[in-house]
């Protein structure tokens, strides 16, 4: 199938499932087919689809079969719930963590080809390092957003990293696929990721990945982010902590 076929049926699935609503929450085939104008042979096999991957569900009457959306999207949903209000379970134990460290912590989601940073707990240093709430950056820059890009679909990174435009913020910030996939794999082997001034000079940035408690898919990374001399703990103690802070919110979600 090529693209454009591809996008076709895709544009028509979306049809399908758009034409639920909370007034019109099951309906038929035939609905269906008169609703979008798309062929009846067409709308059973997307329905037939859509069934196999739980994003219809199919009840059977005396006289009638019925659809209706599936529990995919309850699940789906709710990922996207938690996603939404991670920083408010996360938030208490970032205060702690800078209260204990005098670091700045920072959360970040993956947000299209970038890391979004959705919290942050500055430091009371002088100078500031943190990225602003709101702030992007490049999935393939510094410890935060490569966490990111380590966990997520190997076939979505790829796609991501084939697309990259590859601006360098620093010297240190990599400048080629080849380069970021070996730290790929360095994070997925041990679980953490160490940045050296990758956005901004003179800095460590180290960072932990948050899964979503139901499907174990990457959520959002924790990271700390200081200058070389404000770090004054050896950098296991730094990672070990940040690897039990990541667990302690994943359980405060689960409950």
């Known amino acids: 199938m090529n693209d454009k076929k591809s996008a076709s049926s895709i ?5 399908l499932l758009n034409c639920f609503s909370e007034k019109r929450f099951q ?4 609905d269906l087919v008169k609703t979008t104008g798309i062929p009846k042979s ?3 096999r997307m329905l037939t689809t859509l069934e196999e991957y739980n994003y219809i569900k199919r009840t059977k009457t005396a006289h009638k079969t019925w659809y209706s959306l599936g529990f995919s999207f309850f699940e789906k949903g709710m990922m996207v719930h938690r996603q939404f209000n991670i920083k408010d379970y996360a938030r208490s134990r970032m205060i702690e963590l800078r209260n204990e460290w005098n670091l700045n912590i920072q959360l970040a989601i993956q947000d299209g080809h970038d890391a979004l940073y959705i919290e942050q707990v500055p430091s009371w240093r002088p100078i500031q390092l943190y990225p602003a709430i709101g702030r992007r950056a490049p999935l393939y820059a510094a410890s935060c957003p490569r966490t990111l890009l380590a966990y997520m679909e190997e076939s979505e990174r ?4 084939n697309q990259a435009k590859w601006k360098k913020f620093t ?5 080629n696929i080849e380069e970021t996939e070996n730290a790929i794999q360095q994070i997925i082997k041990t679980g953490y990721s160490i940045s050296r001034g ?8 180290i960072a932990v990945p948050i899964f979503e408690p139901v ?8 990271s700390i982010v ?5 770090f004054e703990k050896d950098t296991f103690y730094y990672i070990n902590v940040l690897k039990e802070t990541a667990k302690e919110i994943q359980n405060s979600i689960k409950t």
Do not use: H
Request: aromatic residues 4%.
């Open 158 to 161: 790829k796609a991501i990293l």
């Open 171 to 175: 010297s240190a910030t990599p400048a």
């Open 226 to 230: 200081g200058l070389d001399k404000d």
């Open 11 to 15: 544009e028509k699935a979306l049809q």
């Open 42 to 44: 067409s709308v059973f």
């Open 198 to 205: 990758e956005l901004i000079e003179g800095t460590i940035g």
């Open 215 to 222: 499907t174990n898919e990457i959520w959002a990374a924790l």
């Open 27 to 30: 309906m038929t085939a035939e």
